[in-house]
C-alpha cells in the first residue's frame, strides 16, 4: 500500500512538472541484470518444491514477485532510454504493488482454508474400541490408537477374532468388515489392524453360524 501511495504521488508530481525525473536507466539496466540472475536462480530451485509445503510457496511467490520485478525494472530503463518517459518506473512499480497485494490476499486466504480443513476432530479412542468390540466374530478389541496419518485420520488396533473365526479362516472377512464400520461410522479411510486369534473356546462353529438350535 506505501508504494502505491507513494508511486500515485510521484507519478502526478512528474506528470504536472513538479519533480525533475532522475532515474539513471543504465544503473536500473546493470541492478536488474544482476538481479534477474541471482532470483531467477533462486526461483528455480525453490519452484520444484513449491507444493510441498505453504511456506515454500509462499517463499516462491515472494522470490518470483523480486523476478519480475527485475524484468519490468530493465523494460522500464529501455523505455526511459528511448522516450525518456520516467513515469514508466512509477507504473511498473505500482503494478507489481498490486500484483503482491492481490497473491498475497489469495495465499492468506488459502492458509485460513488449509487451518480449518487440516485438523479434523478425531473420535475417541474408546469409542473406536466400543464399536469395534461389537462386531460380529470379534473377541476383544485393544491397544486401540486414533491419530493423523498424512493429514488424515488413522486407526491402529489389535483385534482378537472368536476362535471358531480363525479355525474358518475368515481373517480377511472380519478385516473388511472392521474396515468398513470404521469408513462408515468414523469417516475414517485409513487403518491399521492386527487381527490375533482369541484361545480354544469350545466353540468351532463357522463364522456366521448360530449356536442356537
Wanted: glycine content about 6%; hydrophobic content about 50%; aromatic content about 6%.
Amino acid at each position: 500500500m506505501t508504494i502505491l501511495t507513494l508511486g500515485t504521488d510521484r507519478f502526478v508530481d512528474l506528470h504536472h512538472g513538479h519533480e525533475r525525473g532522475d532515474v539513471n536507466p543504465q544503473i536500473m539496466a546493470l541492478v536488474s541484470m544482476l538481479g534477474f540472475l541471482f532470483h531467477g536462480t533462486a526461483a528455480w530451485v525453490l519452484y520444484k518444491g513449491r507444493k510441498e509445503s505453504i511456506n515454500v510457496y509462499a517463499v516462491f511467490l515472494h522470490t518470483f514477485f523480486d523476478l519480475l520485478s527485475t524484468v519490468t525494472t530493465l523494460v522500464a530503463s529501455v523505455i526511459i532510454v528511448l522516450t525518456g518517459w520516467q513515469q514508466v518506473d512509477v507504473l511498473f512499480s505500482m503494478l507489481i504493488a498490486v500484483f503482491v497485494l492481490v497473491t498475497g490476499l489469495r495465499l492468506i486466504y488459502q492458509c485460513l482454508q488449509r487451518l480449518r480443513g487440516a485438523a479434523p476432530a478425531l473420535p475417541k479412542a474408546a469409542r473406536v474400541e466400543k464399536a469395534l468390540a461389537q462386531l460380529d466374530h470379534v473377541a476383544s478389541v485393544h491397544n486401540v490408537t486414533v491419530s493423523m496419518v498424512d493429514n488424515a485420520p488413522a486407526v491402529g488396533a489389535h483385534i482378537v477374532l472368536k476362535h471358531h473365526c480363525t479355525l474358518a479362516a475368515h481373517d480377511a472377512k472380519c478385516r473388511a468388515a472392521a474396515e468398513q464400520m470404521l469408513q462408515s461410522k468414523f469417516s475414517i479411510a485409513h487403518s491399521v489392524l492386527q487381527i490375533e486369534a482369541s484361545a480354544i473356546d469350545g466353540n468351532h462353529q463357522p463364522c456366521g453360524v448360530s449356536g442356537a438350535s
